[in-house]
């Protein structure tokens, strides 16, 4: 026989001893009488754990739907494992309660070993035998009704700072809404901290403690224990020799590290005690003589029942109140305006109602499974009695009994009055069986009061602050999401939070005096207001210049404040109405006219032939250098001579030689990143991987590293705080945007008045930063390298720079290379997964060979790519220039006009990028055009039609390092891994509605594929 025979003979017989070790035991059920659902190799029953394609709970459904009718009970398999699914609520109550004792472990006993997992492995819903009820027991006190009243006040304290972080989220938000499950994630970890250890997490800053992140990551189940998980299904025998833990040793070490230094502080401050659940744990250590690890165990018991599902349930709760205006409204009728003592809301039928109707549609456990630890007989409904055996695991779904009309009348509808006492309340269901949020009998949630208690305070806060409003981005069924354990809403949950608080101090105001007047006065102000906002609009047509059609209080460019469309589509439309026929046109941002240049050449001029009429940049009339030390001695935002000096005293420090020196570290930082997306890509949803927060995480310990010579710990689950603190400078605080608008309205006010987009809490951190970078090089003189603060080092001592010039001058690079490289980075990477083509092309250009600094240098059509993507996304979508020399634009009918020092002209950067006049088909990604052999970027840009780093004299002075870094971390990502572009990316370029720089609407979401 030939090889050929041979091995397709072997592989035959493999696949047939596969095929029959997978399903010799599928006539299980069938030998003892019992009907057995359609069953399949490998994924058993439940084939929607394999394909991903649609929640678990629907595969239970389908069957239960199949079946209730004419079983008790329905045999199903788990890969290979025999499982029995209990259809008869009556079965279901016994299981739970009554006949407890037949059943009373669970089968994640099964899969978790108390000696690797030592966390999951000594929490009472896994532990078995007596075990479980010692722990419970030593639980249960500290979540007496006593203690949880106890810890109420500080629950109030955290539901108050709550509404006012979704105030401030709100005032922020996009016409997405707010995402109701990270809402409710801030929440329940504040909450759980500060009852549970005495700590806050703060939750609701823009830099939160690890502790957040830390939880967040607990229950995204590692791809070894659901492989694990897998492989014990199919081969049950595994269990005996090798476990893989739930919690992995760095995250089992870092709660041991909390709990310890919180037990070491309530030691130290003894006089500082509260009656909380770590005050009862110390006390029961000193009863029982726990250990550490025992106070761990019990706690971790405490925070994973109080934080993940609590925090579902209450995002639900507010979806179905979005849905249900009228039942919202009888909620806040409920818990009136007053303060609430504990006992008053406990006293709340209702506000119960709703959260229990909302766990019945959205129970986050959709099935539970028991084993059996005594024989037990079921008898079917055509009298066949099946018995079950201690180790045998019976299936409750939880879901589908919560669904079913038989009982529960219009089951899909949102109905909280069929859970009032005076229908029969929760009870009535849960002794019928068919009412399981919670579970039932001995092993019910041991933190369903306090987890109670805590979604009842949450929600009075936020009825009574808000009007809870459902986004158009949520979906409007209820269908699951498609792979998380838990029950949510697939897409997730989007909200919008009206303030209800406003209003009423108004219609307060206007009862105080008669309506008459109050309407005289209102129409007159109106008048005065529209006077002041609208005179000022011939402005250019008095000087004989096209105007574009502007509106009151908005000007040429409602979208900055409807938020319905990026601004940049509002230029478009002008650009495209007027490019035909002006060379400029006029435009207002509110009430100031600005100039529209249309025409290129002219545009080329600005930039750099004639630069010395425009060479300071309109941020600068916002911006006080002795308000905001650090963005007021920034190069693009100075001006005068004190742009050059600063700029020279940069320029240097970038280098060609100074961006090689770092050249190593950058390919360190890009190792690390590409072991980050493996990782990240292991646990990815079906949603993929969301690429400017990878490329955030990229660019910022890229950076940290060559800048300061630190590392930011941005591939790691516990960054340093100077991660959030970067991304915050990004995020323009609500004060500078009103100061920006009422100074366009109000010029005058500049004078006297400014705001730092630097608040002083993020100035006096990098302030810090800087200080201890400092020290720490002159401390080790002997481990210095050639990179950029060792340049300001130099030039500190050269020109006897400050602390403050010497921190203004790091920051210029920093907020040059963090936001701006991040994007670039994730929408190149969003352009090579749309173009496979091109994509191969820049991996055969590479490699497979390290590359040096030359080398990476030397790569033209990953250059092309980049300037392509540059070109369709380009951060900046438009630019303003200062005049600060009289200059004359001659249009096309031949009108002169002269601008004068403080007039501003804007630049239309998109809308030239996507000219089919210089650029055929504009809309295609192109990386060719690029090419040197076609004119190169060189051609574009002395046309003055590609603007992406600006031009001339005022080019940005970090542009140089960028391409470094974006090329070094391209080059491994495209050695190492297949782009492919996720579904939940759009399909257009359609940009963000509110984000200042240009980026894809949606985000980007994307697959990678590794290749061998």
């Known amino acids: ?169 709100q005032g922020m938000a996009t016409s997405q809404g707010l995402d109701a499950m990270d809402l409710s994630l801030c929440f329940t970890t504040e909450v759980v901290s500060d009852c549970g250890l005495g700590v806050s997490a703060q939750s609701f800053t823009d830099t939160p403690t690890p502790l957040l992140k830390m939880i967040k990551r607990v229950f995204n189940t590692s791809f070894e224990f659901i492989f694990y998980s897998v492989v014990t299904n199919v081969w049950q025998t595994v269990r005996k020799f090798y476990s893989v833990p739930f919690f992995n040793k760095e995250t089992e070490e870092f709660f041991l590290d909390i709990i310890r230094r919180c037990i070491t502080l309530r030691q130290e401050k003894p006089t500082q005690q509260r009656d909380d659940f770590l005050n009862y744990m110390l006390q029961l250590q000193e009863k029982k003589g726990l250990d550490t690890s025992d106070i761990l165990i019990n706690t971790m018991t405490f925070i994973l029942d109080g934080f993940e599902t609590t925090a579902l349930v209450l995002a639900h709760i507010m979806l179905m109140l979005g849905r249900n205006p009228e039942d919202q409204q009888k909620l806040r009728e409920e818990v009136g305006k007053e303060e609430l003592t504990f006992d008053q809301m406990s006293e709340l039928p ?26 037990y007989d079921f008898v079917n409904k055509n009298g066949v009695t099946v018995r079950v055996n201690p180790g045998d695991v019976v299936t409750i779904p939880v879901k589908a009994l919560h669904h079913d009309p038989q009982y529960y009348e219009n089951p899909m509808a949102f109905k909280p009055e069929r859970f009032l006492e005076i229908n029969g309340g929760m009870k009535k269901y849960r002794d019928r069986g068919v009412y399981l949020a919670f579970g039932d009998g001995p092993r019910h949630c041991p933190g369903m009061r306090f987890a109670l208690t805590q979604l009842k305070a949450a929600l009075v806060e936020i009825v009574r602050n ?131 240049v249309l025409c290129p050449e002219y545009i080329h001029k600005i930039y750099a032939t004639d630069f010395r009429s425009f060479h300071d940049n309109e941020r600068g009339n916002f911006v006080d250098k002795k308000v905001d030390k650090i963005l007021g001695n920034n190069p693009f935002v100075l001006k005068g001579d004190e742009w050059k000096e600063r700029r020279a005293e940069i320029t240097p420090g970038l280098a060609p030689n100074r961006v090689k020196a770092v050249y190593p570290v950058s390919q360190s930082v890009c190792k690390k990143f590409v072991d980050y997306i493996r990782r990240q890509q292991r646990m990815a949803t079906s949603q993929g991987l969301d690429a400017m927060e990878m490329s955030l995480c990229f660019t910022t310990e890229v950076v940290s590293d060559s800048v300061l010579g630190i590392s ?42 400014s705001v730092a987009l630097f608040t002083k809490e993020a100035e006096d951190f990098f302030f810090d930063i800087m200080r201890r970078c400092i020290n720490l090089r002159r401390e080790k003189p002997g481990q210095q390298r050639d990179d950029f603060l060792n340049y300001m080092l130099q030039l500190q001592e050269k020109k006897g720079l400050d602390t403050v010039e010497l921190t203004s001058h790091t920051m210029t690079f920093l907020t040059d290379g963090f936001e701006t490289t991040a994007l670039v980075l994730s929408h190149t990477l969003l352009m090579l997964g749309r173009h496979p083509e091109e994509q191969q092309k820049v991996r055969e250009e590479i490699g497979n060979e390290a590359l040096s600094f030359e080398q990476l240098t030397e790569l033209p059509y990953l250059e092309a790519c980049i300037h392509e993507t540059l070109r369709l996304f380009s951060p900046q979508v438009a630019s303003r220039k200062l005049v600060t020399e009289p200059y004359d634009f001659v249009n096309n009918d031949g009108v002169t006009l002269r601008v004068n020092p403080g007039d501003v002209v804007t630049i239309p950067v998109k809308a030239l990028h996507h000219d089919p006049q210089y650029y055929e088909s504009p809309e295609s990604f192109k990386p060719e055009r690029f090419l040197e052999a076609n004119g190169g970027v060189k051609k574009y840009r002395d046309r003055g039609v590609y603007l992406p780093f600006g031009d001339g004299p005022r080019i940005c002075p970090g542009v140089r390092f960028a391409l470094t870094q974006l090329k070094a971390a391209l080059v491994e990502i495209v050695r190492n891994f297949d782009i492919k572009v996720n579904p939940k990316t759009r399909s257009d370029d359609r940009l963000d509605d509110t984000f200042f720089m240009a980026t894809l609407k949606g985000g980007i979401f994307l697959d990678f594929k590794e290749r061998s």
């Open 1 to 169: 026989m030939c090889p050929i025979s041979i091995f397709l003979f072997l592989l035959t017989i493999f696949l047939t001893v596969v095929y029959v070790f997978l399903t010799w035991n599928f006539s299980y059920w069938k030998k003892r009488g019992i009907q057995t659902a359609s069953t399949w190799p490998f994924v058993g029953s439940f084939p929607s754990i394999f394909t991903r394609k649609r929640n678990i709970a629907y595969d239970i459904d389908d069957i239960y739907q199949k079946y209730k009718d004419t079983e008790n009970v329905v045999g199903v398999f788990t890969t290979r494992v025999p499982q029995l699914l209990i259809m008869c609520p009556e079965y279901i109550h016994k299981i739970y309660a009554t006949d407890f004792r037949s059943f009373h472990n669970n089968e994640w006993r099964n899969f978790v070993n108390k000696k690797t997992d030592m966390i999951l492995g000594n929490n009472p819903f896994v532990l078995t035998g007596d075990e479980w009820k010692e722990r419970r027991g030593e639980i249960m006190p500290a979540l007496s009704p006593n203690r949880v009243k106890a810890v109420y006040p500080v629950s109030q304290s955290v539901c108050k700072k709550f509404a006012d972080y979704i105030r401030r989220q």
């Open 350 to 375: 209702y506000l119960d109602a709703c959260i229990y109707e909302t766990l019945r549609l959205f129970s986050p456990q959709v099935a539970a499974r028991k084993l059996v630890t005594e024989p």
């Open 466 to 596: 808000f009007e809870i409003k459902v986004n158009p981005k949520t979906r409007s069924d209820n269908q699951l999401d498609d792979t998380f354990f838990m029950a949510t809403l697939k897409g997730g949950i989007w909200l919008d939070f009206k303030d209800l608080k406003f209003p009423s101090a108004f219609a307060i105001g206007c009862a105080m005096c008669p309506i008459c007047c109050a309407l005289l006065l209102i129409v007159g102000f109106l008048a005065l207001v529209y006077v002041f906002l609208t005179w000022n609009f011939d402005y250019w047509r008095k000087r004989g210049i096209q105007t574009a059609t502007s509106w009151p209080f908005v000007g040429s460019f409602p979208s900055i404040f409807t938020r319905k469309r990026n601004m940049a589509y509002d230029i478009d439309d002008i650009y495209q109405q007027y490019k035909g026929s002006e060379k400029i046109v006029g435009v207002f941002a509110t009430r100031l006219p600005q100039l529209l």
């Open 712 to 753: 930011a710990q941005s591939f790691t689950d516990t960054p340093t705080p100077l991660v959030g603190m970067i991304q915050r400078v990004f995020n323009s605080s609500f004060g500078f945007i009103f100061y920006s608008m009422v100074a366009n309205i109000w010029p005058p006010i500049r004078r006297f008045y």
